[in-house]
């Protein structure tokens, strides 16, 4: 069966710099689109980029264009975001996703910005 499983988040000071990693299996990884998304408190789960196969496109949310970064690693079954700048308001449990024949999510990794 799928399963997706992040890791990589933490406690980081505003400005500091993380990077999520999610291992993915159960499927053909290198065919299927995969997505971040994140989840704050009291807020609906909300989009952050997605990369598609074989890496020949990505997209990122407005709000975290040009500090965050989506890659895959197909020989690894892993997609990684790169989060450069953090702010507080980037506070927030962190899932990956993608859709093989319905939705997938992990069970999610905590990212927490704070002085």
């Known amino acids: 069966q799928v399963q997706l499983v992040e890791s990589g988040g933490g406690l980081v000071q505003p400005g500091g710099s993380l990077r999520l990693s999610c291992v993915a299996s159960g499927f053909s990884f290198s065919t299927y689109g995969m997505n971040w998304y994140r989840q704050a408190p009291g807020r609906e789960r909300e989009w952050v980029a997605s990369i598609s196969t074989f890496s020949l496109g990505t997209t990122n949310a407005v709000s975290v264009k040009g500090r965050f970064t989506i890659s895959r690693d197909n020989a690894k079954n892993t997609v990684y975001l790169q989060m450069n700048s953090l702010e507080v308001e980037d506070t927030a449990v962190y899932y990956c996703?993608?859709?093989?024949?319905?939705?997938?999510w992990g069970q999610g990794t905590q990212v927490t910005v704070s002085s």
């Open positions: 996703h993608t859709y093989v024949g319905r939705a997938h």
